[in-house]
């Protein structure tokens, strides 16, 4: 019985000529850059010109598609990209609505200054729960979370906290005006403002992803053992991931607290955890451009739903959402991946 000898680098030439085609076959081609930069221009396109062509009403659900986008995105960093589940994400939400109602109602505070305030708070309080979730994997931190988002309603119910909180009646939110004269009614600037918030987030997603921290944040997911193997800090890493995701929740729930005008504990029920859960898969878990395919399906689809049959728009959601998950396993963002590389190659 003999051992194959060590191969040396003067080798090397010799059995990379000997290697099988399958060995030396070139990784599968990705989407043209220039098909890329073509489609982000044109969505840029059509977004700012979308709010002067369309009703007040039409303005609000784009904005509000973006407002979910952005929670949803945040819950992407956590589960797609640190493989972390969270049923909870409603809690954070409502953190940052509240955060912006109170200080606006009780401090006198302008919305503009809530926004960054809310994304804090909201850090720490993922942050700090990020800890004890360190005990917890898979479907038992899922539990967990869960448990925090059936418990938030009543919380923010409770006597004490009534005076601040508003209890059941909930907080009225006055909406900013356009400002520099601009000729933009409220709706319209919300829109551009939501925008312009959200265009920033996901490019410190994509930087976040790409960076040395995301890379980590990625191993973590991987194979949790061989990154503690490598010196990663997983507790670390683990809890400011929480908390990075929990900003980016709160600082949706502070949007829409200003664009729907309004909050109230039934607002950030557990349905609406569920909902940005729902829209992760939907949009594609562990994209970044996955999160604006989400938000897009949980403003229209239920509003389809109801248009097919008012008195069985469930049912007709619940059916909605099995065919997209049967024609979409990867998610949106995974079948135009697909759509793109077929022809991308078929032209080639």
Request: hydrophobic fraction near 55%.
């Amino acid at each position: 019985m003999t051992m194959d000898r060590t191969i040396s680098p003067a080798d090397a030439p010799e059995k990379a000529r000997t290697a099988t085609p399958a060995a030396t076959a070139k990784p599968a081609a990705a989407i043209p850059v220039a098909w890329q930069r073509a489609a982000l221009i044109a969505g840029l396109v059509v977004a700012i010109a979308l709010p002067f062509m369309v009703k007040n009403f039409t303005i609000f659900q784009f904005t509000t598609v973006m407002i979910y986008a952005i929670a949803i995105l945040g819950l992407s960093l956590l589960t797609g990209f640190n493989g972390q589940f969270s049923l909870g994400h409603s809690t954070f939400v409502a953190i940052g609505a509240y955060t912006t109602a109170i200080l606006m109602e009780f401090a006198g505070f302008g919305f503009y200054w809530t926004l960054p305030l809310s994304g804090i708070i909201c850090f720490l309080f993922g942050f700090l729960f990020g800890f004890p979730a360190l005990r917890l994997e898979s479907i038992y931190l899922a539990l967990a979370t869960f448990a925090l988002a059936v418990a938030t309603p009543q919380v923010l119910k409770l006597s004490p906290l009534e005076h601040w909180t508003g209890g059941v009646q909930g907080l009225i939110v006055f909406k900013p005006e356009a400002p520099f004269g601009l000729p933009l009614n409220g709706d319209q600037w919300m829109y551009f403002v939501t925008l312009a918030i959200g265009l920033f987030l996901a490019v410190c997603a994509v930087n976040l992803v790409n960076s040395r921290t995301g890379r980590a944040m990625k191993a973590i997911r991987d194979n949790p053992i061989a990154a503690r193997a490598m010196g990663i800090n997983i507790a670390l890493y683990k809890t400011t991931t929480f908390g990075i995701s929990a900003a980016y929740a709160g600082i949706a729930g502070s949007l829409s607290a200003v664009v729907v005008q309004f909050v109230a504990p039934d607002s950030f029920t557990f349905v609406l955890a569920i909902g940005l859960f729902v829209g992760l898969v939907i949009g594609g878990v562990g994209t970044i451009a996955g999160a604006l395919f989400g938000g897009l399906f949980l403003v229209f689809v239920p509003n389809i739903a109801e248009e097919v049959s008012k008195g069985l728009a469930g049912a007709v959601y619940g059916v909605i959402l099995l065919l997209v998950i049967y024609l979409m396993p990867t998610g949106a963002v995974g079948l135009i991946k697909t759509a793109a590389l077929k022809l991308a190659t078929r032209r080639r």
